[in-house]
């Protein structure tokens, strides 16, 4: 059975950096579409970023310009770089298929962006 599993998470101030990564172990990670999402406190689960099957992508307007997602297929591994990073990006942040499948959520890493 597939499982996500995300790490990179940190404590940074702002206008630092993270590199978050994704490890899955399924072999049918390179068909799907993927995406990275994120809750914060007291807020709804959103998807920031996307990664198509393709190749293609997609950011929620909050995070373009400053998140790329990208994914590396051979190690099935989904990524998502965040540069200028903004005290509103403080949230837990998940990998998930797009759409979301609820059985498939895993621990997530915690992000907080504070000086």
């Known amino acids: 059975q597939v499982q996500f599993v995300e790490s990179g998470g940190g404590l940074v101030q702002p206008g630092g950096s993270l590199r978050l990564s994704c490890a899955s172990s399924?072999?049918?990670?390179?068909?799907?579409?993927l995406g990275w999402y994120r809750q914060a406190p007291g807020k709804q689960r959103e998807l920031v970023a996307r990664?198509?099957?393709?190749?293609?992508?997609g950011l929620a307007d909050s995070v373009k310009g400053r998140f790329t997602i990208s994914r590396d297929n051979a190690k099935n591994i989904l990524y998502l770089q965040m540069n200028s990073l903004k005290p509103e990006d403080t949230a837990l942040y998940y990998c998930n298929w797009v759409p979301e499948a609820t059985e498939f959520w895993g621990q997530g890493t915690q992000v907080t962006i504070s000086s």
């Open positions: 399924g072999s049918i990670f390179s068909i799907y579409t």
């Open positions: 990664s198509y099957g393709d190749g293609t992508t």
